[in-house]
Each structure stands twice: as structure tokens, then as C-alpha cells.
């Protein structure tokens, strides 16, 4: 009786075609999700023309060492509220910028960037109302005073759930 469950049976053309169809199927069907996902998600477009983005290289890089060399320095912050930066001089003391605007994007994806605008509250840290969502996040930060973008530079910095930066 249990010599007759466990008697070999007889490998067909027709269980070698089964297996080929299954073992290609798989593939085939793994390779079509993942196409899926590479043409719905994010592009990995970073500029629109590269070529002209080269030739500006050389200009942009020579304004961000002048801006640099003013010295201004921030500090960021966040809560459940929005962003906070405490804008500083060269020597350490809170400095007074005309408009303060930070740029935010996600690393991956463009659907919840947008630009903030920051107001200067009597304790000298300027603030953003609007919530960031958990996450990395990169904020590029334009201070300008007189007509003079004194302070200009990228941050790159992690969300917690509670709104707070992760140190």
C-alpha cells in the first residue's frame, strides 16, 4: 500500500512544458511589475537640460563661494507646526535678513515640494507654518538682505513623526 503512493511516476513532455511555462511565467511576470514601477514612479530627472546645467556649473559654483565667505550660518528646527531657523552672523549674533524663503523637496519624487516662506518672530528664529511629513527632506535656504543674497545652502535632514529633527 505505501510502496504504490510513493511509486515514480513517468517525466512527460507535458511536465517538462509545465515547468518551462511556469519558470518563465514567473519571470516574465516579475519583469513586467517592475517596468511598471520604473515608468510610474519618479523620473530621476534632477534638471531639465544637463547641457545647459554644465555650462552654468562654473558661475553658480563661484556665487555659492562668495555667499559662503559672508560667513551667515543656520540653524534649523521643526515641530508639528513647520519649520524653524535661527539665521546667525559671522560673529555669532542673530542677523536680520529682508526675505527668508526655503525651497522643499523630497530626495526621491516631487510631489510634496514646495516653497516656504519664513516670517521673523521677536526672538529673532524665523518660521514656517506648514507641516513636514515624516521622512528625508532637503531645504534649500535663500536669505537675502539689501537686495543681497547673503546666505545660500542646501540641508539635508530627517522628519520624525512628531515633526521634530532627528540630531
Do not use: C
Amino acid at each position: 500500500m505505501i510502496r504504490a503512493i510513493f511509486q515514480p511516476t513517468e517525466f512527460t513532455g507535458k511536465h517538462m512544458l509545465g515547468a518551462m511555462v511556469a519558470f518563465f511565467g514567473v519571470i516574465i511576470t516579475v519583469n513586467m511589475i517592475m517596468a511598471r514601477f520604473a515608468v510610474t514612479t519618479w523620473s530621476g530627472l534632477v534638471v531639465p537640460n544637463t547641457y545647459v546645467a554644465s555650462q552654468q556649473f562654473n558661475g553658480k559654483a563661484a556665487e555659492s563661494r562668495a555667499i559662503a565667505a559672508l560667513g551667515y550660518k543656520i540653524v534649523l528646527g521643526s515641530n508639528a507646526d513647520g519649520l524653524s531657523i535661527r539665521l546667525t552672523d559671522p560673529d555669532g549674533a542673530a542677523a536680520v535678513a529682508d526675505s527668508l524663503v526655503a525651497e522643499l523637496r523630497r530626495p526621491v519624487g516631487t510631489h510634496q515640494d514646495r516653497q516656504m516662506q519664513l516670517i521673523r518672530g521677536s526672538d529673532g528664529v524665523y518660521r514656517g507654518a506648514g507641516e513636514l511629513a515624516e521622512g528625508e527632506w532637503i531645504a534649500t535656504v535663500t536669505a537675502t538682505s539689501g537686495g543681497q543674497t547673503i546666505y545660500k545652502r542646501g540641508h539635508r535632514f530627517h522628519v520624525r513623526a512628531d515633526g521634530s529633527l532627528r540630531p
